[in-house]
């Protein structure tokens, strides 16, 4: 048995990281930490060192709030709340309530069959075969969406076709960022790639996702895969596979109109309905489509399934509707994630809070102006959302590799927006809604879950330059409203 050296600080601040994991389960950023430093595989001998030091480690533990590099601290962000029966019966609608019970337990049942499923091909294998590699590829550009129909003719695609339905969750849906090689599943293969590996991290982790494009890309592959083949055994398959995956959406959709992040459930902020990285846009926009016949490629489906997609993509689209965010009376714009049950905008990892969010938002406007006929509600969502836009514009700023320089032509917003207070009328930008920016607490000597501040004055270089901090698609957004505008009036 191997013991690793550490120094004693080392020590010290992973016990105190996998304390707080504990303390704050479902908290997926902490969980790919502990994933990473495969703390699971500690000595015996490692442990009863560290309990011995125990007693000293409590004056070395950081201390909540901002310690160090705080210029413009605002606050502590604050997690987000999983779906659970306890929160369901706060509900004061006894209708919602019998909803989201029925929603809740279908969920724990839909998992609970999912994880019996590979326990039981598992069950007397000599070895379980290793899961996929995420160095296969980038999951989307293995199943592309723009090639001619001769490429979804081939024997190539084919054979990623039938890999992706080996990988089809037994609930319907798919994993998150798995790569299709045209290779299919082995028996008792994870249905997530390596790093996401249920038998891995102890943890059942985007085992059904719409994360990242996950199963919205999958159904757009296999539909063009089989619309260009003639019937036969493997059409049949294909449209099998889709009828589930397409059910799977239907169902996920919670009984108000969101979709999670992951179903079934997962508890923390993957229960929040998840406009992040356009998850729950992906959904309607592919429902929509079907719905309305605009998508060829599903012409296959009879007109009952149709009319039940149609119906969802209609909710989802009367929820962003209807909790497109009012502050002080104005409507601006969406929240990255919102509370399934409260609708507020909600956090989800440590950098990211309760806000207004600039670029998935735009995604939705873009979307909305894409409706044939926009009724009242439709152009008055667009409208505030252009108004927002224009009033939070930065102007002669561009932002590259983490900082921000001067750039006659740049217009940037920033990604995120404060929910306390917006004044479109303020004579400058900077006063007109507060900018926002997260962090992770290590950084700042902190053991809050996470720090948001009003400036990237003080936020980690890691966070500067590996997220998306200031965004320019609403530029696109106000290009598309000056022409939509002229026949869309505002209500």
């Not at 989201?100 to 049942?109: A, C, G, K, Q, R």
């Not at 539909?223 to 995956?245: F, L, N, P, Y």
């Not at 053991?447 to 698609?473: D, M, N, P, W």
Request: with cysteine.
């Amino acid at each position: 048995m191997i013991l690793r050296s550490y120094r004693l600080t080392d020590w010290m601040s992973r016990l105190c990281a996998v304390t707080h994991w504990w303390k704050r389960n479902n908290i997926m950023f902490m969980e790919d930490w502990y994933m990473s430093h495969k703390l699971t595989r500690l000595s015996l001998i490692s442990l009863s060192l560290l309990a011995g030091l125990s007693a000293n480690i409590q004056a070395h533990a950081a201390s909540v709030g901002c310690n160090q590099n705080c210029i413009d601290y605002l606050r502590e962000n604050v997690q987000a709340s999983p779906l659970t029966a306890a929160s369901i019966a706060t509900l004061g609608n006894a209708t919602l309530q019998s909803q989201f019970m029925s929603y809740l337990n279908t969920s724990i049942s839909a998992r609970n069959s999912d994880k019996a499923a590979l326990a039981a091909e598992r069950n007397n294998l000599a070895n379980i075969p290793a899961p996929r590699s995420s160095d296969e590829g980038h999951d989307l550009d293995t199943m592309p969406l723009n090639k001619p129909a001769s490429y979804y003719q081939s024997a190539q695609a084919l054979n990623i076709a039938r890999d992706i339905l080996s990988f089809q969750i037994p609930s319907g849906g798919w994993g998150k960022n798995m790569p299709h090689t045209g290779v299919e599943r082995a028996k008792g293969q994870s249905y997530t790639i390596d790093n996401l590996d249920p038998s891995e991290s102890g943890r059942w982790r985007y085992v059904g996702t719409i994360d990242n494009g996950s199963t919205t890309t999958e159904l757009r592959y296999l539909a063009k895969v089989q619309a260009t083949r003639a019937e036969g055994a493997d059409t049949t398959r294909i449209r099998a596979g889709i009828v589930r995956g397409l059910k799977y959406l239907l169902a996920a959709q919670y009984p108000n109109g969101g979709w999670p992040r992951v179903y079934p459930l997962a508890g923390g902020y993957n229960d929040a309905i998840t406009i992040n990285d356009d998850a729950m846009l992906r959904v309607v926009m592919l429902l929509n489509e079907i719905g309305n016949g605009s998508n060829s490629d599903f012409a296959f489906l009879d007109s009952r399934t149709r009319n039940s997609i149609a119906q969802s993509a209609a909710k989802g689209v009367t929820w962003l509707l209807d909790n497109q965010v009012s502050i002080g009376g104005t409507l601006t714009v969406w929240g990255q994630q919102h509370d399934v049950l409260t609708q507020e905008p909600t956090a989800a990892r440590a950098f990211e809070m309760a806000s207004l969010t600039s670029g998935e938002s735009a995604k939705i406007v873009e979307f909305l102006m894409t409706l044939p006929n926009p009724n009242a509600a439709v152009r008055r969502s667009v409208y505030a959302a252009a108004d927002f836009f224009t009033a939070t514009r930065i102007t002669g700023q561009s932002w590259s590799n983490g900082k921000l320089s001067s750039s006659p032509n740049g217009v940037l917003w920033a990604r995120y927006y404060d929910l306390a207070s917006y004044t479109p009328a303020a004579s400058r930008v900077e006063k007109r809604a507060q900018t926002l920016f997260g962090d992770f607490p290590k950084t700042h000597d902190s053991s809050a879950y996470g720090l948001v501040f009003g400036s990237i004055a003080s936020v980690s270089t890691e966070r500067l330059t590996g997220y998306a901090q200031y965004v320019s698609s609403p530029q696109r957004v106000l290009t598309t409203f000056a022409v939509w505008s002229k026949s869309n009036a505002r209500p």
